[in-house]
């Protein structure tokens, strides 16, 4: 298993299984081929600008940070669904992808890469069908953003 460090912004193929948020646990879907991820973050700043003293030396420049935090990883998966023979369109695994792309809930994740950055939960923001030769294959690929139970009421 990889390190954060070694796992950022590289490409990783494992198994992948989803489910939404609110399905029992037997209702995860294990993709039939093992997806290529990456995983890519950064940090939230707020900057500000100030009135700067005029002087030469330019002791003073840039801006303030003020606020760090950390902003969501951005996750990109792709791969590709395969038919039993060349005419058979994979059309099970297709509406299955799509309804979960589709939803507007949180998709629940388990993979050995989002283990590593702790990643239980994904909002998918895109996602692409694109064009594959031959009936019997179909590409896909997918851009999601990572998230996190919150309590939004604070007693």
């Known amino acids: 298993m990889p390190t954060q460090a070694e796992a950022m912004n590289n490409l990783y193929q494992c198994p992948l299984r989803l489910k939404l948020k609110t399905e029992p646990d037997s209702a995860f879907w294990t993709l039939p081929f093992d997806p290529v991820m990456s995983i890519s973050g950064g940090n939230k700043i707020v900057r500000s600008s100030v009135l700067k003293q005029d002087n030469s030396n330019n002791e003073r420049r840039g801006s ?15 791969g590709l669904f395969m038919g039993e023979d060349a005419d058979d369109i994979p059309m099970a695994d297709l509406e299955k992808l799509r309804s979960l792309c589709e939803t507007r809930e949180v998709v629940e994740v388990e993979c050995d890469l989002f283990e ?40």
């Open 64 to 78: 303030i940070k003020e606020v760090w935090s950390q902003d969501d990883y951005t996750i990109q998966i792709a």
């Open 116 to 155: 590593v950055f702790n990643i239980k939960y994904i909002a998918i923001e895109k996602f692409d069908f694109a064009h594959t030769a031959g009936r019997k294959n179909q590409q896909f690929s997918i851009t999601a953003y990572s998230d996190d139970d919150f309590s939004l009421l604070v007693k």
